[in-house]
């Protein structure tokens, strides 16, 4: 949904198109594949992404695989990593594994091969040198020791704000609707605000208006609207203490508040991991899941 994302996924439609126009030539009865993307659910995505999301899911059929609130990136990423089979030669199912078949009408004539490893899987994403978790990454750059292994293919790492916009405009892409209201970078509706470097002249009392982000000139003001975790937590427990003191007051105990701390009111829950593991959902794209596309929080 962010728009590096949007960047990426027709950047990669291109590529595809372009694949499957050269298979279809050397084999007639070669199957399109529908294009394959994922998505991480978060409560706090805004309706604006997610309306993009929805409407780009249906008008470019795509194989959407979403995963539940819950799902941690590494857990999901190793879902997949793990699941990467070649499809079988109808190009529909895939292979299925006979070892743990215990159907009692499989005969040895319709049992199916073991299945194979997995493949190799690499991950478009829409990094760019200049944000935050670039690292020293390369255009190809393997996947992080504590993550599963796959590839990380960055085509526009070289990419600046400018060019990202420039090329959303010149194609007539559709993009969020948050960036004509300023928004120049998008993470998720606790974190983010609009671009203070688009903000309009003052009104008369009315609400802050804001250019929209394509008329950025300092590109370095592009996150300035994200809220760093730090002072997002530092607000929360701010308004946490406000809230507790107002209660007191109302209470007529206000001398109580200072006995208030964080070991007494605050409680952790862990989950087991095997219980963690239960808490992974991925669902193929139809017509309930069509707006989870995924959306990267951290570069949009």
Not at 155 to 183: A, K, N, Q
Request: aromatic share 10%; proline share 7%; hydrophobic share 30%.
């Amino acid at each position: 949904g962010g728009k590096d994302a949007v960047v990426i996924f027709h950047l990669m439609r291109a590529v595809h198109a372009q694949y499957c126009s050269e298979m279809q030539k050397a084999d007639a009865e070669f199957l399109i594949p529908r294009p394959r993307v994922i998505y991480f659910q978060h409560p706090d995505e805004f309706p604006e992404v997610l309306r993009l999301l929805d409407e780009t899911v249906g008008l470019f059929d795509l194989d959407m695989l979403a995963f539940a609130e819950g799902t941690s990136f590494g857990d999901g990423l190793k879902y997949l990593v793990e699941r990467n089979i070649a499809p079988g030669k109808d190009g529909l199912s895939y292979y299925k594994n006979n070892n743990n078949n215990d159907d009692a009408t499989t005969t040895a004539a319709t049992t199916f091969p073991p299945l194979p490893p997995p493949h190799p899987l690499a991950f478009i994403l829409g990094t760019r040198k200049d944000d935050p978790n670039a690292g020293s990454q390369g255009v190809y750059a393997p996947s992080s020791h504590y993550m599963p292994p796959f590839l990380r293919v960055n085509p526009i790492l070289d990419w600046t704000y400018g060019h990202v916009w420039h090329f959303l405009r010149y194609f007539e892409l559709p993009y969020c609707s948050l960036y004509d209201l300023g928004y120049t970078s998008l993470g998720t509706v606790g974190d983010t605000l609009p671009c203070p470097a688009l903000k309009k002249s003052d009104g008369d009392g009315e609400e802050d208006e804001y250019w929209p982000a394509y008329m950025l000139r300092e590109w370095d003001q592009e996150r300035a609207g994200r809220i760093s975790k730090k002072k997002k937590a530092k607000e929360e427990t701010k308004e946490k203490k406000e809230d507790s003191k107002e209660i007191m007051e109302k209470e007529g105990d206000a001398s109580k508040l200072e006995e208030v701390t964080m070991s007494q009111t605050s409680s952790t829950v862990s989950l087991h991991p095997s219980e963690q593991s239960q808490t992974l959902s991925a669902t193929m794209n139809d017509d309930e899941d069509a707006g989870k596309l995924n959306n990267n929080t951290e570069g949009g």
